[in-house]
Structure formats: C-alpha cells, structure tokens
Nanobody, 126 residues
C-alpha cells in the first residue's frame, strides 16, 4: 500500500486548507485512516483518525471543531479539511493507514499504523 499526501501550502491565520491523501494498492475501504503532524523540532503527534467501521471520527483536542476528516472510498482518498488555521498548526502533515479497525486505545500511537504518506508541509503565518 502506498499513500501520497498533498495539498499543503502557505496560508494566513484564519484561512482554510484541505489536505488529500490518495492510496494505491490494498483494499482502501478496510483501512482505518488517520492524520498526524510534526511541527519543527517536535515529535509527530496525532491529529485525527476514522476507524474502518467509520462509526465516528476521533480528533486531538487541539483541532476539534476546526479540522474535519472525511474519506471517499470510491476515490481511495482521505481528506483533512482544516478551518480557522492558527500559526501553531504549522507542521508537516502525514496521512497514515492500518488494516482493519485500529484499537481505540492505540489510535494516537503512530506505531499502530502500518502505512505512511510522505508528508505535506502546512505553514500558517500570523
């Protein structure tokens, strides 16, 4: 399985941006799909995930009500809509996937994901 993320760029605080991640290979509809981010000089951290069964989407507290994850199984694509962006959202954003339903207690652990995209840089200026 290969993931390719794109859509990053330079925006101003308060702007919106939508990231996309396209998967090739495997059975996309059976993946749990997530997004992580890594700010300069910091560790990679969890942003959002939707489990395979899709009963709900989980978000980090820092992005709740501003970021929205969606998936289009017909296009093998997962999206991250980012609204009301803040300078502290500046980071390289990575999409990630794992087969089946990720264990809820592990969903914020990047080691629980099997497949990773290459990352796309989002820079938010103040």
């Amino acid at each position: 399985v290969q993931l390719q993320a794109y859509g990053g760029g330079l925006v101003q605080a308060g702007d919106s941006l939508r990231l996309s991640c396209v998967a090739s290979g495997g059975t996309f509809s059976r993946y749990s799909l997530g997004w992580f981010r890594q700010a300069p000089g910091k560790e990679r951290v969890f942003v959002a995930v939707r489990r395979w069964t899709g009963e709900r989407t989980y978000y980090a507290d820092s992005v709740k009500e501003r970021f929205f994850l969606s998936r289009d199984n017909a296009k093998n694509t997962v999206y991250l809509q980012m609204d009301s962006l803040k300078p502290e959202d500046t980071a390289v954003y990575y999409c990630a996937a794992t087969d089946g339903n990720i264990i809820i207690s592990q969903m914020t652990n990047d080691r629980a994901y099997d497949y990773w995209g290459q990352g796309t840089l989002v820079t938010v200026s103040s």
